[in-house]
């Protein structure tokens, strides 16, 4: 197999070995996972695309005057010990699994070129579209013809020459054609390290030409797209096409950073040329033609492949590093899904092992987050939720935001569940509360207070002594400014009963496999939580029915608070007389004595009521973030996941219970072999940095 040393010799040592390592992640099968550097040839129907392909590579490819280019082919040259030509075809991903295993088994090697046609014909014939031995409904495939070209004296680089894009539906060409032969072009421009070779023809005006817009959508910038401008020699010498193309081709009516590049393809007449001869007469054309102006750089198929070379060279250098932390995140990821499926199993035993690892596993997770110990790496924030300030503590972190949400709580309960507030002096503060401003209390002037404490006063009077108190009045008047508690204490406790629901669900669904998650959260986690719930709601509402009740007290802290009260109601308000330079106080100041023995009553009642508030309020805040969210929510909720219930499970329920159906096991296989691939694409890179 006679191999032209063109490309071969524009590679330094340098590019080999850069060169080398993409090469090896393609041959590692990572091309289906990243995005790899390559060139691809892409341009309209009849363009010369193919034409140009051979000239660069130095392979007869087939020639018809119909279509030639049914399918996406990719050339992949590679230096070896022996020359070697083997084509194959790479199924596409939405034919049936047995199509593509079917598909796959096609391989075949030649030695020589002229053997080159035979083969295609027994591709396409694989791929099931029509070819010279028959007939077929189909026309294009998206199946990729694979040709891996092997010699001592080969260039390392991988060509892509794809379907041109057709316009107009006619004979032999469907409507479905025409789209799916745009979606092969998409699907392969689109991809952000594939520098396009877009080949525009000469003796059609650019504007007809869509494969321009196509690379537009996709590189607007033109950073990875060079212009080919063939044929012509077709167009008049002298016309306005000429000089049309010719600014073209300067850079000037279609801007590239890549630039345009002109080359001359074989004629019909020219068709029996050899590579040399199809050489030979390019240069003579240039040699006469306008387009022989250009730089020496921009024309002829040798510049283009030196250009080529070049660009791909620093195409790579410069996503190389890029492409490394792309394989990497991609490893984690897929690390990540494998481990979820955990490994294969079939016996009871390995069901039983697999279960009792996942239930440990969620064991451990749920118990560090309910103790605040953070270190698993489950724990871990991103960068924008240890920045944002907004976000509070994420929902992984249990401890944290119900600590949180007490403290809210707490400040709920402090500025919002009094129904009144009540100012007895001219220097009492409203609580303001912060955020939501409904259902605040409503403020009472030490009038308006007595008032209430009378009309209370009146409704509730027994035998006792005129000036003396009922002590039914403290509890009366105590159930009705506490009243909001209730609805306090039961939406924090339906806040705190959410965040562990959905603490526990991204628990869950981040450990257990998706096909598991609705099995698993059945059989251990939603009966669990339901009963947990039930004895939540059971316990604040024995709290808040001893409530109802006449409070009972034994803290001094009540007694001390009532006498500052007393203390200051009669305390002696100063006089202030008008000094020289200010108000100064006077030393005599009598008493303050009430003689109205009810209004003595009921401001003695407002004191008594406004201590015995403050007493039982600190209570009933330890007894709802204690007694109800600690004990029947956050305390044991890991013992949900515990693994003694997976012990009394048996071997039979066990394995109905975890067996892995067999969409399962193929995506097992298919994550073990995706893993297995990037891994090797990591050892690729570290050989390549060493």
Known sequence: MAVSLTMAELQTDEQRRILDTIIALRKCGLDKILSLPQIVVCGDQSSGKSSVLEALTDIPFPRSDNLCTRFATEISLRREAINKLTIRVIP?????VKEQEKIKKFSQSITEFEHLHEVMENAMTVMGISNSKGASDKTFSKDVLSIEIEGPNQPQVTLVDIPGLISTSVRGISEADIEMVAAITDRYISQRRTICLAIIQASNDVANQSILQKARN???????????????????????REANFFELA????????????????????????????????????????????????????????????????????????????????????????????????STPSECRGYLTQLIMECHNICKASIQGHYENQYFRLDSKEASSSKAGSPTTRLRAIVQRTNTQFAEKLRTRGHKYTIKMGKHDEVPSPKGLTEDLPTVLSKADAKIWAQTMLIQSRGTELVGNLNPQLIAELFWEQSSPWEKLATDHVKKVWELCVKFLDGLVTKKIPKYLKTRFWSRFVGGALKERRKAASDELRKILDDNKSAPINYNHYYTDTLQKRRDARSKPQPQYTFGAAEFQPSLATPLQITTNMESFS???????????????????????????????????????????????????????????????????????DKVRKLEEGREIFRGAIS
């Open 218 to 240: 996709f590189d607007p910038k033109g950073e990875r797209t060079l212009g080919v401008i063939t044929k012509v020699d077709d167009v008049p010498v002298g016309s306005g």
């Open 92 to 96: 596409d991903d939405a034919r049936p």
């Open 250 to 345: 300067k850079n000037e009516v279609v801007f590239l950073q890549l630039g345009w590049h002109v080359v001359k393809n074989r004629t019909f007449q020219e068709r029996d040329f050899t590579i040399k001869e199809r050489n030979t007469a390019e240069v003579k054309f240039f040699e006469r033609s306008i387009f022989g102006n250009l730089p020496k750089g921009n024309i002829g198929i040798d510049t283009l492949r030196s250009r080529l070379s070049c660009l791909l060279l620093e195409h790579i250098k410069k996503q190389l590093p890029l492409l490394s932390a792309e394989l990497e995140d991609a490893l984690r990821s897929a690390e990540v899904e494998l481990g979820l499926l955990g490994n294969s199993r």
């Open 602 to 672: 009921c401001e003695e009642a407002l004191d008594c009521l406004m201590s015995i508030y403050k007493v039982q309020q600190k209570v009933f805040l330890a007894n709802v973030t204690t007694q109800v969210v600690e004990r029947h929510i956050m305390r044991g909720l890991d013992d949900i996941f515990s693994p003694l219930e997976v012990a009394k499970l048996s071997d039979e329920t066990i394995k109905a219970f975890v067996a892995e159906p067999d969409s399962i096991t193929r995506q097992r296989d298919v994550l073990t």
